[in-house]
């Protein structure tokens, strides 16, 4: 008897500690082309499992995600699983270059890591040319069992991907733009999880279409996963509640348009309280640049339709006008987190670096015996500081800090711009002594558990736009942002250091600036970019080197065995 309760104990022990300890989630990816059909023509695309967008993965907070990934595809892939902390896991990352080298065809290589103090839409997706248009999924993160939402519990969760259709190979439209050194080619429609909708060409039977139930409450699970256009979506006659972005809630904020930029998530509740019918939801560009800058002018819709309608001409919102900056810098700015909530945490108020960090679209030389066809026969680049950043070829550089390699990038990632100058007056435009930047691999280094504060600071080279800004590895709070420079003496008045929006990927205001403030409490290499692919291989981004901590518990990790050579 004293054995059977000892036994017992034990079960109930350790049933205790797998449940405290969460769930292993785990899944195979294979990644290969897939023939689909859209806009009139058969298309090879490169998928996941065969699936356009790739399978959902749905996990809770503190469940470890282990992700077998076999590339049976032409092309080298890796896979980033975007917002997602990596918490002494860095080299489950995924960006090529920088934490790990490229899976190549016929190789394999398994993810594993923990989910930390997260909840709400992520999402996945490759992290290596331009093919994250067709390889990208959901990743939905549920709080622990027995918690709940900070809000009532909606009748049905729907992940809504918006994303972007090219006519052609992905990679050779990237390719080809490189090589001229101009911008590639635009999308040539938008889509609702996959579905381009019934404005485009050979496309009246290719909408998605979403089944409610009149007098419900759903749980739209927004995520831009285009790759170069920020949207504006609307759904007619229906309002909708913001209760989260980038997996961090929000105070409850009540709009008829969500504005969303590339890499960006929001989360939705929506009453579907209308007349029993059918309506469409839309999304279409917000083009922060001007109109000299080219960009795909179309609307994708599906269309969502209340049980037992019997309606065929579903109802259709006003869209706004592509160019409305204050429109969308109104919701942009609306938003709070929600103070005390689920995962809510305060905006640490002793900063150890302060950094301002200029950012925008630059000149290359052209090299010799070769032909550019970029502005003065020159090639488009980009820059942060007017550093161009380039990836490393031979080793990851997280490789590379780990074993202590020299040669693969440097410690001297400026904390200013070189030369200081009116940085969003038009008359610098085409500004020969400043438009052109060296291309460098450069890190900011920082001690462990150190606060930075960043001044992102937009310019008005060759092109004045909106840039979402993504950190890997960490959130940060969004203390302010604005139009035109940022002022050193009045803006810092502004800041909210009460309930600031949380958030991985920031729209840094078209001519204008954003503040941000994050703690570097994971060691590893953690990639800062530009999340409009156009301008990542142009280098508009920088990497942070942050140094082990005092324990074993702050101190990088090893690599897997099984991790990718180059």
Known sequence: MARLAFVLACALALLASSVASGAIV????????????????????????????????????GDTLIVHVLNQSPYNISIHWHGIFQLLSPWADGPTYVTQCPIRPGQSYTYKFNITGQEGTLWWHAHISWLRATVHGALIIHPKAGRSFPFPKPAKEVPILLGEWYNGNVVDIEEEGLSKGIAPNISNAYTINGLPGDLYDCSQNQSYQLSVVRGKTYLLRLINAGLNTQLFFKIANHKMTVVAIDATYTTPYVTDVVVTGPGQTTDVLVKFNQPIGSYYMAATPYASASDTIDFDNSTTRGIIIYKGSNSSTPIMPPMPNPHDTPLAHKFLTNLTSLAGGPQWVPVPLKVDEHMFVTIGVNLEMCPENATCQGLFNNRLSASMNNESFVLPSNTSMLEAQFHNVSGVYTRDFPDEPPVKFDYTDTNISLDLSLIYAPKSTKVKTLKFNSTVEMVLQNTAFLAIENHPMHLHGFNFHVLAQGFGNYNPINDPKKFNFVNPQIRNTIGVPVGGWAVIRFQANNPGIWYMHCHLDVHLPWGLGMAFEVENGPTLESTLPPPPLDLPKC
């Open 26 to 61: 785990e899944h195979s990816f294979n990644v290969n082309n897939l023939t689909v059909s859209r806009l009139c023509r058969n298309q090879s695309i490169t998928v996941v499992n065969e699936s356009y967008p790739g399978p959902t993965i749905y996990a809770r907070d």
